[in-house]
């Protein structure tokens, strides 16, 4: 397995190359918009038979088509992660009070309202064998505590190293102190502001964020572009209607957070029916930088698109830290951008 320098190395050495567009080896719109499953396959309700932020909501999601999926995350009282939306344990367990009050074992030890316990974010991750989006809960109405930034950044990053899995992890949050911990402890992990509209873009960008994931009826194609122009990936939340995942797709969202990753992946499925790979594509190899025919004719003519297979980036253990530098090569945008 690579290590995180070499990676880095590999990708300063990319960033030094003339620009290439490779092959298109994947249907564009694959390429282009993540299908992220929300709380695995969507929220608690009596319409969806999976719990949300359970291990088998998540198993759930990716057999739907869900190509990275999103979990929320909190602190335990002895410093560990548990999978859990609510700062309060009232409405979704037999339990009450504070997620940030209870310990893991404690948190374990309740029954979440339609059957299952909660998962710890480790139990998660090995569960899950595409790409996360790990979103960090902030108590910010209910009065419930929260850890300092930094040990709650320092928690996380702990995990992101542990990993080896070949996949993208990112790490999101509507608070931005959060983030700024994280961003202080690695330049290299993957980071979106989560807000209700792209405004906050301008200011992500200049707090070093990838990413901006914004409500999706507060987005236009305006809103987009001025987004993808500071060099940041676009993601909305939370769209379920057929109609809107494919307006959203058309647009050029880079990453759709669904309750219906389903419905998203039969809009891909029609979408891509037709598409046939360059032959000259190279299997099993997303990395074009290497390449012979990377030279070859048709590239750099602005029509081809990145044979990555990841949204943001990729990686494997302490490599997929190194996503800051990897998410431009990687976009699932096309490369002329």
């Known amino acids: ?174 608070e931005q102190g959060i983030l700024n911990a994280l961003r202080t402890i690695s330049v290299e992990v993957y980071l979106g502001r989560i807000a209700f509209s792209s405004s906050v873009a301008p200011e992500a960008a200049n707090q070093d964020m990838h990413a901006v994931i914004s409500r999706w009826d507060q987005l236009d194609s305006t809103d987009l572009e001025a987004t993808h122009i500071l060099n940041m990936d676009q993601g909305i939340y939370t769209v379920n209607d057929p109609l809107d995942l494919r307006t959203a797709v058309d647009m050029g969202v880079d990453m759709i957070i669904t309750d219906e990753p389903d419905e998203l992946e039969a809009i891909f499925a029609e979408l891509c029916a037709d598409f046939v790979p360059d032959p000259e594509c190279d299997e099993g190899d997303d990395d074009d930088s290497g390449d012979d025919d990377d030279s070859s004719e048709g590239d750099g003519d602005g029509d081809g698109y990145s044979c990555s297979s990841s949204v943001i980036g990729s990686g494997s253990g302490s490599a997929a830290l190194a996503l800051g530098l990897l998410a431009g090569l990687r976009r699932r945008r096309p490369s002329a951008r």
């Open 1 to 174: 397995m690579k290590t995180l320098p070499l990676i880095l190395l590999a990708a300063a050495a990319t960033l030094a190359a003339p620009s290439a567009f490779a092959q298109q080896c994947v249907c564009p719109e694959r390429e282009q918009t993540v299908n992220c499953g929300h709380r695995g396959t969507g929220n608690s309700s009596a319409e969806n038979p999976f719990i949300e932020n359970t291990v088998e909501s998540m198993m759930q999601a990716e057999l739907e088509g869900a190509t990275m999926v999103e979990i929320d995350v909190q602190a335990t009282s002895d410093g560990d992660l548990v999978v859990f939306h609510d700062d309060e344990l009232d409405d979704l367990t037999d339990g009450t009070g504070c997620v940030t009050e209870l310990t893991t074992a404690e948190l374990q030890a309740l029954t979440i309202d339609g059957g299952g316990t909660i998962p710890t974010l480790l139990e998660a991750l090995d569960a899950l064998d595409g790409d996360v989006n790990i979103e960090l809960k902030d108590s910010d109405v209910s009065g419930c505590p929260n850890p300092p930034a930094a040990d709650l950044a320092s928690a996380v990053f702990q995990i992101l190293e542990a990993d080896i899995k070949e996949r993208t992890i990112i790490v999101t949050s509507f």
